[in-house]
């Protein structure tokens, strides 16, 4: 198919085009037509099965072989594709820059390749008569260090992503094109993942034959394989597959196991049905191989430091990621905004829903972390309290309504910002956890009690049992199953939610759920944890967090400390005088509560020292939920378990 976009008005002569020029510059006597050759996907079955093949043995450098056999009809143009659009990243992220060495052949002979100069995922060929196949090969060169993306492969572990590894044909459904995979992985190891495979082994490593499958669910279906690894069976459906760098880390306890069985049975009460045939939580424990936390159908990748078990009574770590990503089976993977869904990994997504896919499975995680057990309800609470006390003193919504930052995993691809409080970033995560505590609340009082958005969790997710398709769905779909709860004018009550600007951050939910935020001088233990890794937090106070070397990691938006000019990568360098601490500067901004002297300190920007005085007396101040009323208001009832 040939699609003119842009075709521009020829002017009638050369002379023409400069007299509208000013004298000195140069203008095209036309723009030249952009033509689309890339035929659009049909949902068609592929005539054959795409033949895939990865060695995965150097991990020493990551590099990644790749041999494909692709069949093909007749001769004439083709296009093969690198995946780009990638569920889960609501982002073109597919790491085309990683595809190296690609030769193309067919019938023994080498094929030109042209790389389209717009879609530069896309690679153009000319079949030649009587070819049957085209053999492919190529090398993914895998990130060695941090700022070359996520590192995947280490001396004991990898993380396999067919997206990575793979082209596929244009002009088709990817659900319409079979493909079986094999992977080889160190001599030894073992390997996970949703698509069942048999293992042989050799002395060069060992080889995982996938069973046939079609190519969308191959890229839902990644691989984690190590060299320690262990399979947990939680239910007859639901395993934990966990891999480490230590074998020290695979020894859960039997309380820690039942508390993930719990997770299961909690979720599969939420939502009262099962999207999975089965499903594989595929678990690093490393500090190693790249963090990760992503959804897939009948998996999901899930990635935490040391410690995850043998640490377990130090705080609840990185508990929240598996409901999270277990939630995403339901919603995101089978329950999927109807513009986000797409008929092959090159057609754009629109992520306008995400306040539901990912605000949603947000406050889900939450809820079944505390109803299984893996986080006790009060450090639940004060997780809460974190999440509220960032959306009270952030100005963004000032200016940004929620619904537009559903368009930052296109606009910034998570990259740092500067001045996130201000720009906004992924809200539709917490600020949805925040509208969907507000929904529940207004559930059970116009109820009296008798509905929450448990009934909406089993209206909406739990149809069709054992499917593992995908159902879309529309603002207007959430809208009618809401009504159909409890009757409103819920469309407009949403609409004002996501819309909104220059209104306080939507904290009533958890008030009206017999919650509300409170600021205290002293932090909640879970606020503790979380300044262990991220540094001293005095954002409700000063407006910043600084690292123990007392690097600026965050600057609150039109805050005291952002008012003496104090930014993302200053260094404080000292604290009234004394060399930076964080006690040090924690006991500045108290003793200033007494004082009407100011905080000084002594910063470094560049290659500039100068002092500074923040003029801030109202103590320290850090956010927690206070208790309203007696006995069990819906928050309390929402964190018990089914």
């Known amino acids: ?97 990683k595809l190296a060495g690609l030769v193309i052949r067919a019938n023994g002979k080498v094929l030109p390749w042209r790389r389209d100069p717009v879609d ?151 939502f009262g049905a099962q999207h999975y045939d089965h499903y594989d939580f595929l678990l690093s424990i490393t500090d190693q191989l790249g963090g990760i936390g992503l959804e897939h159908h009948r998996s999901s990748e899930n990635g935490v430091a040391p410690g995850y078990f043998t640490d377990w009574d130090s705080g609840p770590g990185r508990r929240n990621l598996l409901p999270h990503e277990f939630t995403h089976s339901w919603d995101g993977k ?41 986080v006790s309800k009060q450090d639940t609470l004060d997780a809460y309290a974190a999440i509220l006390g960032v959306y009270d003193l952030a100005p963004g919504r000032q200016w940004r309504p929620l619904i537009d930052t559903t368009n930052d995993p296109v606009i910034s691809a998570r990259r740092p910002k500067g001045w996130s409080s201000w720009q906004r970033s992924e809200d539709y995560y917490n600020e949805g956890l925040m509208v969907w505590m507000e929904v529940d609340s207004m559930l059970r009082a116009k109820s009296g009690g008798a509905k929450s958005l448990d009934d909406f969790a089993k209206a909406f997710f739990g149809v069709r049992d054992g499917d593992w398709g995908e159902l879309t769905y529309t603002i207007d779909d959430v809208a009618k199953t809401l009504d159909a709860i409890v009757p409103y004018d819920w469309s407009a009550f949403l609409q004002k939610r996501l819309t909104e600007t220059g209104q306080p951050a939507p904290t009533q939910g958890f008030a009206n759920n017999g919650y509300k935020l409170v600021y205290t001088d002293e932090p909640t233990k879970y606020f503790k944890t979380l300044e262990k890794s991220r540094g001293t937090d005095v954002s409700y106070s000063i407006g910043m967090v600084v690292s123990k070397d007392g690097d600026v990691t965050t600057t609150i938006w039109d805050s005291p400390a952002f008012k003496v000019g104090i930014d993302v990568g200053t260094d404080v360098v000292a604290v009234n005088g004394d060399a930076y601490s964080s006690d040090a500067l924690k006991a500045a901004i108290v003793a200033a509560k007494e004082s009407k002297d100011p905080i000084r300190l002594t910063v470094k920007q560049g290659t500039k020292v100068r002092d500074v005085a923040i003029d801030y007396h109202d103590g320290p101040r850090y956010p927690r939920l206070q208790k309203t009323g007696t006995g069990d208001g819906g928050l309390d009832k929402l964190l018990m378990p089914r």
Request: aromatic letters at 10%.
């Open 120 to 270: 530069v995922y896309a690679f153009h060929i000319d079949v030649p008569q009587g070819a049957k196949t085209l053999d492919v090969q190529f090398q993914f060169i895998s990130a060695t260090q941090g700022n070359q993306g996520r590192i995947v492969a280490t001396d004991k572990m990898i993380s396999l992503q067919p997206n990575s590894v793979s082209l596929y044909p244009a002009g088709y459904f990817t659900r319409q094109i079979p493909i079986q995979m094999t992977a080889t992985f160190p001599a030894g190891w073992t390997a996970a993942g949703a698509v069942r495979a048999k293992q042989s082994s050799s002395a060069t490593g060992s080889t995982y034959t996938y069973d046939t499958t079609n190519y969308e669910v191959l890229v839902d279906s990644p691989i984690l394989a190590g060299k320690y690894g262990r399979v947990i069976p939680l239910t007859d459906k639901v395993t934990l597959d966990v891999f480490a760098d230590d074998p020290k880390e695979l020894g859960a306890t039997p309380e820690q196991i039942d508390a993930h069985k719990r997770l299961v049975d909690q979720a599969v009460k939420t």
């Open 334 to 374: 089978f329950r999927r905004g109807a513009d986000l869904w797409t008929p092959d990994f090159r057609t754009p997504m629109r992520d306008s829903l995400l306040w539901v896919y990912e605000g949603q499975t947000q406050f889900w995680g939450y809820v079944l972390q505390a109803r299984s057990g893996l």
């Open 1 to 97: 198919m040939i699609r003119t976009l842009v075709i521009a008005s020829l002017l009638a002569s050369s002379a023409t085009v400069m007299a509208q020029v000013p004298q000195g510059n140069s203008a095209p006597a036309a723009a030249l037509p952009f033509v689309d050759d890339i035929p659009a996907a049909q949902d068609t079955r592929y005539p054959g099965t795409i033949k895939l093949a990865v060695d995965a043995t150097n991990n020493q450098q990551g590099i990644f072989r790749v041999k494909e056999t692709i069949p093909v009809a007749q001769a004439g143009h083709m296009v093969l594709l690198y995946p780009k659009w990638l569920p889960g990243n609501h982002a073109p992220r597919g790491e085309i820059e």
